[in-house]
């Protein structure tokens, strides 16, 4: 019996830590698809808006600037449209990739939603954001154009105060006539969200 017991008790031990790790990679897998955009394999919404309440928590303790950017491509239903849904979904997955190439390792794009993505650019003021945005727009491929809103962190507003004043800019960028990066106007007193 004992002798069995010298054989049985390490086989399970080894059994048992084979499992363990084989359940930990499955679990930082799972972990790594619920923040990744399976089309164009950028962060999607839910790992950008982690990573930006982490940029505005180190904005806060150290007091550098935070803008964030929203990126619209322009009649994107036409292209569609004119060449089929394969083709938007490729200049989807080329758009991140180019744009990834022009941003610094520190800047974190997403893929927001359909055809918009949005940028964490950290330790910069709005007008250097705006620059960013303007060289990422110029690399959006197949003769397409995008539109873009950019904020700046005010310091103390709610994260969803300062999307929906980028959402506006964005919004504005459009009515202007698109193919713009329009900056988002700081909150007066008395305003709210939206
Ligand atoms: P606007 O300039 O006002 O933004 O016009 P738009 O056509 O880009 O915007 P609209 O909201 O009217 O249409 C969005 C289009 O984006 C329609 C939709 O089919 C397309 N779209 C969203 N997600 C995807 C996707 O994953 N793949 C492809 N190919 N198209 C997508
Ligand atoms: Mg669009
Ligand atoms: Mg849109």
């Excluded at 982490?54 to 303790?61: G, H, K, N, V």
């Excluded at 809103?149 to 919004?171: F, H, I, K």
Aim: aromatic share 4%; hydrophobic share 40%; charged share 30%.
């Amino acid at each position: 019996m004992q002798p069995l017991l010298f054989v049985l008790v390490p086989l399970l031990a080894a059994v048992l830590c084979a499992l363990e790790i084989h359940h930990r990679r499955a679990r930082r897998r799972l972990e790594r698809l619920a923040r990744t955009d399976p089309l164009t394999g950028l962060p999607n919404r839910r790992a950008w808006h982690e990573h930006l309440q982490r940029e505005i928590a180190r904005s806060m303790r150290y007091g550098s600037p935070v803008s964030v950017g929203l990126v619209d491509l322009d009649h994107f239903k036409v292209f569609n449209d004119r060449h089929g849904h394969q083709a938007g979904d490729r200049l989807l997955r080329a758009l991140g990739g180019e744009a990834n190439e022009r941003l610094r390792a520190t800047d974190l794009l997403a893929r927001y939603g359909g055809e918009e993505f949005a940028l964490i650019l950290p330790g910069c003021p709005i007008e250097r954001a705006h620059d960013i945005v303007e060289r990422l727009r110029e690399g959006v491929p197949a003769d397409q154009t995008c539109s873009a809103g950019v904020a700046m962190w005010d310091g103390r507003e709610t994260l969803d105060d300062l999307m929906a004043r980028a959402d506006t800019a964005l919004y504005e960028a459009k009515r202007k006539g698109r193919n713009r990066t329009e900056l988002a106007h700081h909150r007066r007193n008395g305003d709210s969200a939206g």
